[in-house]
């Protein structure tokens, strides 16, 4: 593709040159040429109302470096494009106060709340039980909310809910929705439209299907794969999304859009906004159910999740006179569907060994349709759960244990994996007999064990276990692990059982290229596998041979050793090797070096216990020492604190706050060398009061601490 500057200083796009036939210096060069173009487009678009390259030609040009960069990824550039698309990812999104809040809604789940409802509204306004009131009922899609403010007529900006009153930014992921116009005619001068962004159910499936097919994560449901897809830093993950916009609100206006909500939403119909077809008005709750059931009726047909019915005010002067609660309206009412129930045939209980040896009971059932989900496996937790009974020995469902060949009732709420409600008993074969908890390991034969105070049987087999050796190799490229491009569960999965590739550890990964180039394993010849694609993993991999401590750390799957406890304890001994020292020396001798481990924020006796026999096991310790010849573990980043006014101090944030999340403002002040604490105390050297800071504010004042706003915080740590 090549793109030049016309006579007006546009810069089109031309040709395409397939990105296969590239030499090296001409990947190099046209990189270049992108950066350049890229960086200049990001920014006319950001000032200017006309920026030089149309949103497809930017998309395009963006495509284009990607892939270049994937098949060279030797010629990436310190300054690549695709390092810039919005904010850095730790910075997040940009905050925006909504000038109108994002309320939620209050809750009915019968016809008596529903009657409640009508009657407070009625008592609020002062109108006779007889005189007729309109409503509207639509349906309450499952998916998230969405504010688009445009003004003249152009959208501006585009925000989610956050937390009512401040939202995050995310213009750019709303613009490549299909349904979300970017300009609008006769227009108020200022308009918001606030609706739910969603996936419908064939674009779910479709999107699983590819996802799985590249090895990348499957969603567990629309709702989380849409609100994952807007929330990109990454816009073009978001414009590969299938994401849809249902209109049913708005926000600040500079004129009404009509009298009536049938009216104003018939507006944004007019405006190019899709507004759900199944609305009506009605008058009695007689006809509020009714339409509610009809709805509920068509549930499983609609082709999107909906998770109840909405009933508002249909007057927009009442609904004015009605106005809010703290985070309600008075005018509106959800009434929610009830929580999917169906019974099925429990055909087995399979156990999965997970990545620790944990053993997990799951249901598997005869296939049953719940709510339009068939569901054919719910989880059984562990042991006591199939008993019957929760981790402190209180009876649940009535002390009911499950057995194979029982009649169960499957729960499905929202999200939330499928799960038995209750067995019917008058249907238990006399011949079932109570599951006992196999003490072996399915997978490898090793023994189960259940330790004192853990709900959990654990296979002791470690390494020997196959079951366990896949899933700590998932785990470990797993994306906040070694994230490594194009190896995912299913590569993983066929690259441990195929003999030739016997990738059975992580060491096994980074010699792959070398054998395969030694005609060892050929990975080209095997399915859904060609030349270019075996190149273009080989390349991935190579690309993570440089980790750093904290990422390599977390990665090895050690027991009760997180992300975040990972990074602090690489954070501590900065060095892989001076670490390594220090964990055997904590082994061996329990003395200072056991102390300085537990010393760590974070790290406790059970972590501690947990990564010192890690290392100290002969068979973990060679993977280990295998897998890190292979690598060049990168220092852990020592947090910048030459100059920072916070270095060494406690900081504790409160109230909210308006530029950035409280997770980023922990991060930022931790990397000036802060401390972040959730309390205050006589320890405590500053406390951040957003807006609303209460409770703890007030204690701060009472202990002498010195208190300031976010914009002093910001003015403070600014220059650094
Ligand atoms: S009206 C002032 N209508 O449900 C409140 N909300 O549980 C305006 N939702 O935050 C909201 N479908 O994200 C409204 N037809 C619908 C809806 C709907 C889904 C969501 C919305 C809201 C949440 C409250």
Request: proline content about 3%.
């Amino acid at each position: 593709m090549t793109y030049e500057r016309s006579t007006k200083g546009l810069i089109t796009v031309a040709q395409n040159r397939a990105v296969n036939k590239l030499t090296l210096e001409e990947a190099s060069t046209e990189l270049a040429r992108l950066a350049d173009v890229l960086a200049r487009a990001n920014i006319d678009y950001h000032q200017k109302d006309a920026p030089f390259l149309s949103d497809s030609d930017y998309d395009a040009l963006r495509i284009r470096n990607h892939e270049i960069e994937v098949r060279f990824p030797q010629m990436k550039r310190g300054d690549s494009p695709s390092e810039k698309i919005g904010a850095p990812l730790s910075e997040g999104f940009a905050k925006i106060v909504h000038a109108v809040p994002m309320l939620s809604l209050a809750n009915a789940f019968n016809k008596a709340d529903v009657s409640d409802f009508d009657e407070r509204i009625r008592r609020y306004l002062g109108l006779k039980q007889d005189l007729s009131l309109s409503y509207t009922v639509e349906p309450k899609i499952d998916g998230l909310s969405l504010s688009l403010r445009y003004e003249q007529g152009r959208l501006v900006h585009a925000a989610t809910r956050g937390d009512g009153q401040v939202g995050e930014n995310v213009t750019e992921n709303a613009k490549t929705i299909g349904n979300i116009p970017h300009v609008i005619a006769n227009a108020p001068e200022i308009l918001e439209v606030r609706g739910e962004v969603y996936i419908g159910h064939s674009d779910f499936a479709d999107l699983n299907e590819r996802q799985s097919i590249e090895g990348s994560k499957v969603f567990a449901n629309p709702r989380n794969a849409a609100a994952g897809a807007l929330r990109q830093i990454d816009v073009r993950v978001t414009a590969e999304r299938p994401l849809q916009f249902f209109a049913y609100a708005w926000g600040e206006l500079s004129e009404p859009l009509g009298n009536t909500q049938t009216e104003a939403v018939a507006r944004l119909a007019a405006f190019g906004f899709q507004i759900n077809s199944l609305t009506e008005t009605c008058q009695t709750i007689e006809s509020l159910l009714a339409h509610y059931n009809n709805i509920e009726a068509q549930r499983a047909s609609l082709g999107y999740d909906i998770d109840g019915v909405v009933y508002k005010v249909n007057d927009l002067g009442y609904q004015r006179r009605l106005g809010f609660r703290s985070t309600t309206p008075r005018w509106a009412v959800a009434h929610k569907f009830p929580a999917e129930l169906a019974w099925t045939y429990l055909e087995a209980i399979d156990i999965q060994v997970g990545r620790t040896g944990a053993l997990s009971p799951v249901a598997r059932l005869k296939p049953v349709t719940v709510g339009g989900v068939v569901v054919s496996n719910a989880t059984l937790h562990n042991e006591d759960y199939i008993l019957g009974r929760d981790s402190n020995g209180s009876a649940i469902r009535d002390g009911k244990d499950i057995r194979i060949s029982d009649w169960v009732q499957i729960y499905r709420a929202g999200d939330v994996i499928p799960k038995i409600a209750d067995v019917d008993l008058s249907k238990r074969k006399v011949e079932a007999e109570a599951f006992v908890f196999p003490s072996s390991c399915p997978e490898c034969g090793s023994i189960a064990a259940r330790e004192e105070g853990d709900a959990v049987w654990r296979c002791v087999g470690g390494f020997i276990c196959p079951a366990q050796g896949v899933e700590r190799l998932k785990h470990f490229v797993s994306r906040k692990a070694f994230d490594i491009d194009g190896l995912g569960t299913k590569q993983i999965e066929m690259f441990f059982y195929d003999d030739a590739l016997a990738v059975k550890e992580p060491a096994d990964i980074f010699t792959l290229a070398k054998r395969d180039t030694q005609n060892l394993t050929s990975l080209k010849n095997r399915d859904g596998w060609g030349e270019r694609s075996a190149a273009n993993l080989f390349a991935a991999i190579e690309e993570r041979r440089n980790i750093g401590f904290g990422r390599l750390l977390f990665a090895l799957g050690i027991r009760h050793v997180g992300e975040a406890a990972a990074n602090l304890i690489a954070t501590h001994y900065t060095n892989w090797d001076e670490f390594v020292l220090a964990i055997d020396e904590a082994f061996t001798s329990k003395g200072a070096e056991w102390g300085t481990l537990l010393a760590i924020e974070g790290v406790g006796e059970v972590m501690a216990t947990s990564l010192v026999s890690a290392f100290a096991s002969p068979l973990e310790r060679r993977a280990i020492n295998r897998l890190v010849t292979q690598l060049e573990v990168r220092d852990a980043e020592v947090p910048k604190i030459e100059g920072s006014p916070v270095a060494g101090k406690t900081v504790v944030f409160t109230g909210s706050l308006k530029k950035m999340s409280r997770a980023e403002a922990k991060a930022r002040a931790e990397n000036l060398g802060a401390k972040v604490a959730g309390s205050i105390s006589t320890k405590t050297d500053l406390v951040v009061a957003g807006i609303g800071a209460g409770s703890k504010a007030k204690k701060a004042q009472d202990l002498g601490i010195a208190i300031i706003d976010e914009d002093d915080w910001f003015q403070m740590i600014e220059a650094l």
